[in-house]
Nanobody
């Protein structure tokens, strides 16, 4: 079992920055992927950024060049640095840890990010 606790959301003006954190506890043995998703009102949840154990990262086109995903293995924490925020980035952001085997899929509780124009 893996438990995820997110923090760092809030209200920011357009052009501002926020850093989200996702602290994990439990067994990381079967976890291969870590990522951030978001869900805006009336829209489907979408992948924002993903980091694979070993380093490679993937970003949604809408956030490339503005957001950076990183991890601190010593703290079992994944971060999402969000710069140049836009009103369309407003959503609930969720952290996800998952593995290649069925059942190894864990989500955080979500943290609200609101960007005002």
């Amino acid at each position: 079992q893996v438990q995820l606790v997110e923090s760092g959301g809030g209200l920011v003006q357009a052009g501002g920055s926020l850093r989200l954190s996702c602290a994990a506890s439990g067994s990381m043995f079967s976890i291969n992927f870590m990522g951030w998703y978001r869900q805006a009102p009336g829209k489907q949840r979408e992948l924002v950024a993903q980091i694979i154990r070993g380093g490679p990262t993937i970003y949604a086109d809408s956030v490339k060049g503005r957001f950076t995903i990183s991890r601190d293995n010593t703290k079992n924490t994944v971060y999402l640095q969000m710069n140049s925020l836009k009103p369309e980035d407003t959503a609930v952001y969720y952290c996800r840890y998952w593995g290649r085997t069925l059942g190894n899929d864990y989500w955080g509780q979500g943290t609200q990010v609101t960007v005002s124009s």
